[in-house]
């Protein structure tokens, strides 16, 4: 089980960057590839980002690419979403989430792939 906290989020500014957090608990974070995710009012929750558990690999979905960086300190249990050039529709609710299944080799950005969800950290982006 892995319990997972977001923060950072808040209300900014278009061209604008935040910094995301989760922070995860328990000691078997690192066992974990991990994922950003979004939701929109009214659309369904939607890939942003992944890391394998070393965080070597990353993935990014089009709409993020060149803008968002995934990065994870596991000695902090943490992992983060930067996002530069914050556009009004990056305006979301922001969920990270954990693999599960534990020592994956993959990484996925499937939302179904993903067992363990924290409870969001909203995004606005103004223009």
């Known amino acids: 089980q892995v319990q997972l906290v977001e923060s950072g989020g808040g209300t900014v500014q278009a061209g604008g960057s935040l910094r995301l957090s989760c922070a995860a608990s328990?000691?078997?974070?690192?066992?974990?590839?991990m994922g950003w995710f979004r939701q929109a009012p009214g659309k369904e929750r939607e890939f942003v980002a992944a890391?394998?558990?070393?965080?070597?690999?990353?993935a990014y979905a089009d709409s993020v690419q060149g803008r968002g960086t995934i990065s994870r300190d596991n000695a902090k249990n943490t992992v983060y979403l930067q996002m530069n050039s914050l556009k009004t529709e990056d305006t979301a609710v922001y969920y990270c989430?954990?693999?599960?299944?534990?020592?994956?080799?993959?990484?996925?950005?499937?939302?179904?792939?993903?067992?363990?969800w924290g409870q969001g950290t909203q995004v606005t982006v103004s223009s």
């Open positions: 989430a954990a693999d599960r299944k534990p020592f994956t080799m993959s990484i996925s950005r499937v939302r179904e792939e993903y067992e363990f």
């Open positions: 328990g000691n078997t974070f690192g066992t974990y590839a």
């Open positions: 890391i394998s558990r070393s965080g070597i690999r990353t």
